[in-house]
């Protein structure tokens, strides 16, 4: 089942390769076409590899392992199920998933709100042993945030965060590097002074490995303006968001260098704004040390429906502009003089209750992914390096759903027995009709992840696996349990491990866990006991 390897990956590296001095761009190339075997990466491509050709194989099925229900939100976090607030954990890397730890309910102001998971960093080598293994971050109502151990639920470093912002929501600003925790929108009813109006909200921005703040920086309407609705962190932008669609960039850095006052270290004594206290300890918490006394340059300012997204190489970004002619139509520009791509106004021609979506693709290959209830058309950017030429969107492939030929029209018969043909307009993400709920990369397979529910199939939905560079249907998995479209799930592909976590009603989660099981070995079992009977 194992392909066979290449000529250099079989052959070790000549002599006279390995003792001339190379830098590391040599290395890495050379690391790449596998002459370096024993090295770590190459046995983790190449189990890879065989995992992937030992799931999409015909004898291979996926079974459903375990299930549990719970009266709380369910997450799954790198091959763990975290039920009841995350007080209780499962790890999914086993045959069968399995209790890691059960910790005791807590007191109110310990309900955990969200929550990151954190690896080991692989470049460094941390002063604290704790500092170097991977941990579960969260964010309680109490504005506490916490280091806790993933095996054991042990508690590793607590830090508290204020006592007059209530923070809930912890985000990445470059994964596994830098986050934040973003407090909730202070409203005019609930404040008692122009202060409080003013400030929407507040973000505190950390390092992850070691756990170091950054600086904490309050979001004013004197100084973004009066119709900010909204701020993200990422990849140090900081996006603003405005109540009139416009969206404003602006570096976190230059903010950093302009108007830090100065730095703070967690568990040490500070004097800021007037106040005394030890940073990160109750009550003191984490003051403010960035204060924007006024607007930032704008690195760039754009008018959209929903949002924008930048990638691509060299950058581009998508937009949907204003106006009710544009709705549904995404534009793909040059992000260097805004310039629209050749055929950059992607619009597919769908009637459904949600429109379509687009993003950059998640390998960082310069394509974009549009998803539609009946289409999937994934998007390449060709670009002359060099050049001042337009660049062009190009289509690499299309999946579309199977639909009858018969879905557009319904024939009736009167009382009197006449044949009456009459003109029936169905929704696109109709479930009589087969229907795209979502897409996903999963990076380690190199493959695509489709979500396809349609009420006529014996589960109701199923998950298709196509090739991530020509979109090829490679394998369908069916799922046992039907998709509810009026409930909010989600379906995870991990390895060999499905998760498929969904909401019931208004006060019920289910999770399901599948694994990878070979077909031959269970007819096998069949087949041994009836003989034995």
């Known amino acids: 089942m ?96 399995r209790l890691l730890y059960d910790s005791p309910r807590h007191l109110l102001a310990w309900k955990i709100d969200d929550a990151l998971f954190l690896q080991s960093p692989l470049g460094s080598s941390l002063p604290s042993p704790s500092d170097q293994k991977p941990c579960l971050l969260t964010i309680t109502i109490g504005s506490w945030l916490k280091r806790v151990c993933p095996q054991t639920g042990q508690m590793l470093q607590m830090v508290y965060l204020s006592s007059r912002h209530k923070y809930r929501y912890l985000e990445w600003d470059t994964a596994q590097e830098t986050f934040y925790a973003k407090s909730t929108q202070w409203k005019p009813r609930e404040a008692g002074v122009d202060y409080w109006v003013d400030n929407l909200m507040n973000l505190a921005v950390f390092q992850a490995f070691p756990l170091k703040i950054i600086g904490v920086m309050e979001i004013n309407k004197r100084v973004f303006g009066s119709t900010v609705v909204d701020v993200v962190l990422n990849q140090g932008v900081l996006a603003v968001s405005h109540r009139n669609m416009s969206v404003k960039l602006y570096s976190f850095h230059r903010i950093l260098q302009m108007f830090r006052k100065q730095d703070l ?170 229907t795209f709920r979502s897409v996903e990369y999963e990076d380690e397979l190199d493959l695509l992840q489709v979500v396809v529910s349609h009420r006529e199939e014996a589960g109701g939905a199923s998950v298709c696996l196509h090739d991530n560079n020509t979109g090829a249907l490679l394998k369908r998995i069916p799922l046992l349990e039907p998709l509810d479209e009026t409930f909010p799930h989600e379906i995870i592909l991990d390895r060999d491990t499905i998760v498929h976590i969904q909401q019931r009603n208004n006060s019920l989660f289910c999770c399901r866990v599948y694994k990878m099981t070979p077909r031959r070995m269970g007819s096998d079992d069949d087949g041994a006991e009836e003989k034995t009977r």
């Open 2 to 97: 194992c392909s066979k390897q290449a000529t250099s990956q079989q052959c070790p590296l000549p002599r006279e390769v390995r003792s001339t001095p190379k830098n590391a761009c040599r290395y890495l190339d050379h690391r790449t076409k596998g002459f370096y075997t024993k090295d770590a990466g190459c046995v983790y491509r190449r189990n890879l590899t065989l995992l992937r050709e030992m799931l999409l194989n015909d004898d291979t099925t996926f079974e459903v392992v375990w299930s549990n229900d719970s009266k709380s939100k369910i997450s799954y976090e790198c091959g763990r199920l975290y039920f009841n607030n995350y007080r209780r954990c499962y790890t999914s890397q086993q045959a069968i998933p």
């Open 265 to 434: 270290i967690l568990g040490e004594p500070c004097n800021i704004n007037g106040s005394e206290g030890v940073v990160g300890e109750h009550p003191f918490g984490i003051p403010s040390n960035i204060h924007i006394t006024e607007a930032p340059p704008v690195l760039f300012e754009v008018s959209s429906q929903a949002g924008m997204q930048i990638g691509g190489n060299p950058f581009h970004f998508v937009y949907t502009p204003c106006g009710k002619r544009f709705k549904g139509a995404h534009h793909v520009c040059s992000l260097k003089d805004r310039t629209l791509a050749k055929n950059g106004v992607q619009d597919i021609d769908c009637c459904s209750v949600e429109s379509d979506s687009i993003y950059f693709h998640p390998d960082n290959s310069s394509r974009i992914i549009q998803h539609a209830p009946n289409t999937i058309n994934v998007l390449k950017i060709m670009t002359e390096w060099g050049g001042g030429n337009q660049s062009e969107i190009i289509k690499d492939f299309s999946i579309s759903a199977q639909r009858g030929q018969n879905a557009a029209s319904k024939v009736t018969v009167t009382s009197s027995g006449r044949t009456v043909k009459r003109r029936v307009y169905q929704l696109d993400d109709d479930p009589e009709n087969e």
